[in-house]
């Protein structure tokens, strides 16, 4: 199938245009913050619904909170290429992790509107990939793909509504949340694009690469334990200061994942009572953990577990351990690798540039109902999480001219192949 032709650059910019309209959606004044079950999520999901309409899908909300689009194919009831990303953010975010790859995805559908494909084209803008707001990611994407833990209802965020009630306050019914599953019959495949989240296409002068697999991640809460006491009545040889001992944590955390290939991140810590003459009694902090394999990454931890419990018995302390997050290796399918890599050779790219995923993406979720390819855009000096996210509107041409080649490219194998 051959694409038309279109202005790339005026889709681009419409694209991010969209992606700047979606910031007003937003729970604080002065930074980017859309969480899961909000209604700042409402109103996102209503402003991409719109966009959806326009490119000729129709729409509806999920039982988990996703927004969805859909097209049927040639046949009815055929199954369906999905196109997506996410909608929801982290705190203090920029305006194109996760948005900019639902508001492509729909640029492509409305180029192909006109275009018969053998199966529907659906669009989802998956709802709470970052774990934000509950401290368990990819809750909307893994709802879709029918592996809900009932044990994440007891969840709460930090003003200590539950997951459960969370529902009900959006207009969700718990008890249906089943209802979003998807069978992998209904599904071809699953397309992400996403920005890089890393430095290695600006580094290579490249707009585009293809995934070739996404990182396993792991996620813990751990809570070091002293004994709080006067900071000027206490000598040292009676401290348990447990700051002391998180602080000696996290730099073994890190020495241990930088002699290694694996990625580890303490992301927040708190202290208690957190008084500035106390010693401290309790800190409580994160860690995320991720590796290009399962076996790495769980190597990894069982040797930070050890180190982190040396290091509090030798001060006195004592530490508990979480786990809020687990997540495999996602490898990308390698006849979507192929089709990707072949699509962004259309922009002009001669030798395209293959990549692994250090960031998780809702393509992990979906990884276990249908196969998976992901395409990235190059962003600014790799910044993500962060108001400084930065897109060129060529390379952002580029990834739509390359997606919308790409479900061409599906079309051509899925017909091949019947």
């Known amino acids: 199938m051959t694409p038309p032709r279109h202005d790339a650059r005026n889709g681009a910019a419409e694209v991010l245009a969209r992606c700047a309209e979606l910031d007003a959606f937003t729970a604080a004044p002065d930074r980017l913050e859309r969480v899961y079950l909000t209604p700042e999520h409402a109103g996102a999901n209503r402003a991409t619904a719109a966009w959806m309409e326009r490119a000729g899908l129709t729409t509806w909300v999920d039982a988990a909170g996703n927004q969805w689009g859909r097209r049927e194919g040639s046949t009815p009831d055929a199954p369906a290429l999905v196109l997506g990303s996410h909608l929801d953010t982290v705190p203090d975010a920029g305006s194109y992790d996760g948005m900019l790859g639902v508001l492509m995805a729909i ?50 965020d930090q003003s200590g509504v539950s997951l459960r009630e969370a529902f009900t306050g959006f207009g969700l019914d718990p008890e249906r949340v089943g209802e979003a599953a998807r069978r992998p019959e209904q599904v071809v495949a699953y397309l992400e694009a996403h920005i890089e989240q890393g430095p290695e296409l600006e580094a290579a002068d490249r707009s585009l690469g293809y995934v070739t697999t996404i990182a396993g991640a792991r996620r813990f809460h751990l809570r070091v334990l002293g004994e709080a006491r006067h900071a000027g009545g206490t000598p040292y040889p009676r401290r348990r200061d447990a700051l002391v001992g998180a602080g000696e944590a996290i730099v073994a955390i890190e020495r241990l994942a930088r002699a290694s290939d694996c990625i580890a991140t303490v992301g927040q810590i ?16 994160s860690l995320d953990l991720r590796a290009a394999t399962d076996d790495e990454r769980d190597a990894m931890w069982d040797r930070m577990r050890a180190e982190i419990e040396r290091i509090c018995a030798q001060r006195g302390l004592t530490v508990e351990v979480s786990e809020q997050h687990r997540a495999s290796v996602a490898p990308c399918a390698s006849w979507l690798q192929e089709v990707i890599r072949t699509a962004i050779t259309t922009t002009g790219d001669s030798e395209p540039m293959a990549l692994w995923s250090r960031a998780g993406h809702d393509a992990m979720a979906v990884a276990s109902i249908a196969d998976i390819g992901m395409l990235f855009v190059r962003c600014r000096d790799g910044i993500s999480h962060h108001p400084a996210e930065e897109v060129r509107e060529i390379d952002v041409a580029h990834g739509i001219d390359a997606l919308e080649r790409a479900v061409l490219g599906v079309a051509e194998v899925w017909h091949a192949d019947r």
């Open 270 to 285: 708190e202290v208690r009572p957190g008084a500035v003459n106390v010693i401290a009694g309790q800190a409580d902090l």
């Open 107 to 156: 640029a492509v559908a409305e180029r192909l509107q006109e275009t018969p494909l053998p199966f529907a084209l659906e669009v989802v803008g998956f709802s709470d990939e970052e774990g934000a707001r509950f401290g368990k990611a990819l809750l909307g994407s893994q709802a879709v793909a029918g592996t809900w833990d009932p044990a994440w209802w007891e969840l709460r």
